[in-house]
């Protein structure tokens, strides 16, 4: 079973920021914060991924708590391409194959981006 | 287009046939996995190859459903006897195998939509 509780679906307009929670209350000190996403008929996208220091890229900024039991992905300007249904799941970070690099996808938030 | 690619990208079949899906990871990867995904739900782990050994298998996978990497590069999942909850888009992803450089992100083709009637 998927470690993570996300909210089943959020709205948000064009051009504002959209703030994605998750609630990961039984994270390991191992444990990394991984987010994807997968817009509709594609396959899954990776964004950005963590352990406890805040993360930013391109694409996103992912925000931990100080005790790791919840995060936020921030798309910073929302546009309607990034319409999606958003994965956050938690994994042991680096190097691992098989049921320890495998990712355990939940349902997910179904973001939906309006003009 | 260097990514990875799956193919084909749907496939309607009738009940009791066989089908097989066809996938090509990202050239430098040797970690190669195998999901479903069903309408509504997060893709599931089906199996997991490391180059041509599959070292790992969900329960999820039943007898009629194989899996191969013979040459540790593309790979193919065949069904065998389809039945209609095999229904699904099945997804492969690859990632490396390289200690120090491998963040944990898997890259995902596109999928194959199965439909069996």
């Known amino acids: 079973d998927a470690k993570t509780t996300q909210p089943p679906s959020m709205d948000c307009a064009e051009g504002r920021a959209a703030n994605l929670p998750c609630n990961h209350s039984?994270?390991?000190?191992?444990?990394?914060v991984y987010w994807y996403r997968q817009i509709h008929s594609q396959g899954p996208q990776y964004i950005i991924h963590?352990?406890?220091n805040n993360e930013t890229n391109e694409m996103a900024s992912l925000i931990i708590t100080e005790d790791r039991k919840s995060s936020t992905l921030i798309l910073p300007h929302a546009t309607l391409r990034d319409t999606a249904v958003y994965y956050c799941?938690?994994?042991?970070?680096?190097?691992?194959?098989?049921?320890?690099?495998?990712?355990?996808f939940g349902k997910g938030t179904k973001l939906s981006v309006k003009p | 287009d260097t990514g990875v690619s799956q193919d084909p990208r749907h496939k309607i079949t009738k009940r009791g046939q066989n089908v097989t899906f066809r996938c090509d990871p990202i050239?430098?990867?040797?970690?190669l996995y195998w999901y479903r995904q069903t309408l509504g739900q997060g893709p599931e782990f089906l199996t997991y190859?490391?180059?041509?050994?599959?070292?790992?298998k969900s329960r999820l996978l039943s007898d009629r459903f194989s899996a191969e990497r013979p040459k540790g590069s593309f790979s193919t999942l065949e069904i065998q006897r389809t039945e209609q909850g095999d229904s699904a888009m099945y997804l492969c992803?690859?990632?490396?195998?390289?200690?120090?450089?491998?963040?944990?992100?898997?890259?995902f083709g596109e999928g194959s939509r199965l439909t069996v009637l």
């Open positions: 963590g352990l406890k």
């Open positions: 992803a690859s990632s490396r195998g390289l200690a120090g450089l491998n963040t944990g992100e898997l890259f």
């Open positions: 050239s430098e990867h040797n970690r």
């Open positions: 039984t994270i390991s000190g191992n444990e990394y």
């Open positions: 799941i938690v994994r042991v970070g680096g190097n691992y194959g098989g049921s320890q690099g495998n990712l355990i």
């Open positions: 190859f490391q180059n041509e050994a599959q070292l790992e």
